[in-house]
Structures are given as structure tokens and as C-alpha cells.
């Protein structure tokens, strides 16, 4: 009967330890914190959302090199410049970036918002981050071709890399 009892309690402290685990986030800051940091207190946008229809999700496809899973995507119109949060998943867990293109397509700035990726601590640091600064899609193609991994965190590196190239084809064919 003890070892009935004892076995429940561990499968129930298990699943507690599962269920948390996959849980957990790391916010590091939000959309609203970057913008106001960027273009100030006072700034505003206008808001334009980007459904994609069949045909231009087969050309992002196509570029990308893999299936999109977002039906549509949000752009935030800023002074002449365009900030959008995209998310990417890999083995560790999801990343939600927010990256500000300029009206040329090119990345003006990349932030980590928020992550279930554990190893995305490092690739939320401005070292790594500033990197993707005055970039366009053509100069994304794999890390070390202009993006340089963080050691220890190629996974999240490249997974921060996938998310900014997303926007940025998202960018070109929606605008």
C-alpha cells in the first residue's frame, strides 16, 4: 500500500515538474518599451496588419526555405519606419523578437521581447543583437555570413537570425 501511495506521489510531483518547465518565460521587455525608447514618449503609430494570401505565402515560403505557421502579420508604421514582432520556434522553445526595418528594408534595430528558449538569455544581449543593425534579407543567409553565433547558444542564434530574415521577406513582399 506504501509503495502504491509513494509511486502517485512521485507521478504527481513529475508531471508538477513537467508542467512547469514548459511553462516559464523570460519577458525582457515589451513592444510599447522599445518603440518609446526608439522614437520617444510621444510617438504613434499606425497599426497595419498583413494577411497573406496563398500566393504570397508560397513566395515567403519559397524564400524562407520552410512553412510558415503565422496566417498574418502586424506592422506597426513609425517614422517612415516599420517595427513588427515575429516569433520562432526551435528545440528549446520559442523566441518573440521585435525588429524595426526602415522604409529601405533595412533592420534598424532587433529586440528580444520574450522567450521560452533558456538559452536565449544570451542572444537577447545588444552584443549579439546589434549585429543584425544595417542589414537586409540578401545579407541573412546563414549564421557567420554576417551574423556571428553566440557560443554556446547556436540554436537560439540561429533561431533569432530566422526570425529577423522572416520579417524582413514579410517586409519586401507585403510593402
Not at 42 to 53: A, G, M, N, W
Not at 103 to 123: C, F, M, P, W, Y
Not at 125 to 146: A, E, M, N, P
Request: hydrophobic share 45%; with cysteine; net charge positive.
Amino acid at each position: 500500500m506504501l509503495r502504491v501511495v509513494f509511486r502517485k506521489k512521485a507521478f504527481l510531483f513529475l508531471l508538477l515538474v513537467l508542467i512547469t518547465k514548459a511553462s516559464y518565460a523570460f519577458v525582457y521587455s515589451s513592444k510599447d518599451q522599445v518603440l518609446k525608447q526608439v522614437f520617444g514618449d510621444d510617438y504613434t503609430f499606425e497599426s497595419k496588419v498583413i494577411k497573406l494570401t496563398d500566393q504570397k505565402r508560397e513566395i515567403i515560403e519559397k524564400r524562407l526555405g520552410y512553412p510558415l505557421k503565422e496566417e498574418s502579420f502586424t506592422f506597426y508604421i513609425v517614422d517612415e519606419s516599420y517595427a513588427t514582432v515575429v516569433s520562432d520556434h526551435n528545440k528549446y522553445g520559442v523566441n518573440q523578437i521585435l525588429v524595426i526595418i526602415t522604409n529601405q528594408g533595412i533592420v534598424r534595430l532587433v529586440s528580444v521581447l520574450e522567450s521560452t528558449d533558456h538559452k536565449a538569455v544570451k542572444v537577447s544581449q545588444k552584443r549579439f543583437l546589434r549585429q543584425f543593425k544595417g542589414k537586409s534579407s540578401l545579407d541573412l543567409k546563414c549564421l557567420g555570413g554576417g551574423v556571428q553565433a553566440v557560443t554556446g547558444a547556436t540554436v537560439s542564434s540561429n533561431s533569432a537570425l530566422k526570425a529577423v530574415k522572416k520579417a524582413l521577406i514579410v517586409w519586401e513582399e507585403a510593402f
